[in-house]
């Protein structure tokens, strides 16, 4: 191993390390934390970024979620976005691609962005920080290696190097709860499977719908083994700021949970 490689592991390590004293907690997804009610000056009660343009900073490597195609957003919440939006009589506008660790915290800071909105599990750590909309996904967690690697359960990892994208939820559980694992981070999604094809990495930690989808349709020598019940709450990150944009918020989504458009959303996206 070069020295390089060396100071990466190191570093990687006191991450996982760090990483590793925080609990992972799904919540309960109902509750928005916001306590604030002051009018924020116009009719609708809060204000934008941009008036008339809901602004969503997003990680796009996350299918069937949220994803690139060419420069266009797509996926399951990009979708239900742009219903949110409708019903709400605003535009919708994604910022250029953000890595997935820096999106709560530039909700939190607020001035760039509305929402985050980015396969965003709720975690007790994260309502700290943000508030969040009623749930707009449940998922699990999972482990993906490699087809002809011969691994088939969680233990065989024990010492092992894990791959998860930074700052998820993937990684945390990884960290905390395969033994003597070796955590490596990446900004990434599509670089954790690509170093997962590379060798570079023992395996994949990251939420089951998404390995499914990359597994299916672009790393098809990979396969999940394991499914992990976490029980994760996906919902939209809001500013505490901004209680009433997060009661907007959940209004849209139920409109659009009733009118039968999320189902036919999900319907197409997360089968
Ligand atoms: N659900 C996981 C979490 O909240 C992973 C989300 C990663 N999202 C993304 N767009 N890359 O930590």
Partial sequence: MNIKKMVALVATGALAASLALFGCSSGDGQDSGAKDDKAAGNESGYTLVNDGKLTVAAS??????ENLNGDTPEGFEVELMGLLAEEMGLEINYLPSTKFDTIVPLIQTGGKADVGVSGITI???RLDQV????????VNQSITVLKDSGVTDVAQLEGKKVGAQTGTTGYEWAAENI???????FDEMTAVFLALQSGQIDAIAVDLPVANYYVKTAYTDCQVIKEIPTGEQYA????????????????????????????ELAAKWLQ
């Fill in 60 to 65: 796009l490597d996350f299918p069937p979620f």
């Fill in 131 to 138: 508030d969040f909309t009623d749930a707009v996904c449940d």
């Fill in 123 to 125: 975690t007790d750590e």
């Fill in 236 to 263: 939209i990150a809001v500013s505490k700021d901004s209680p009433e944009l997060t009661k907007a918020l959940n209004t849209a989504l139920k409109a659009v949970r009733e009118n039968g458009k999320y189902d």
């Fill in 179 to 185: 033994k003597d694992v070796e955590m490596v981070g």
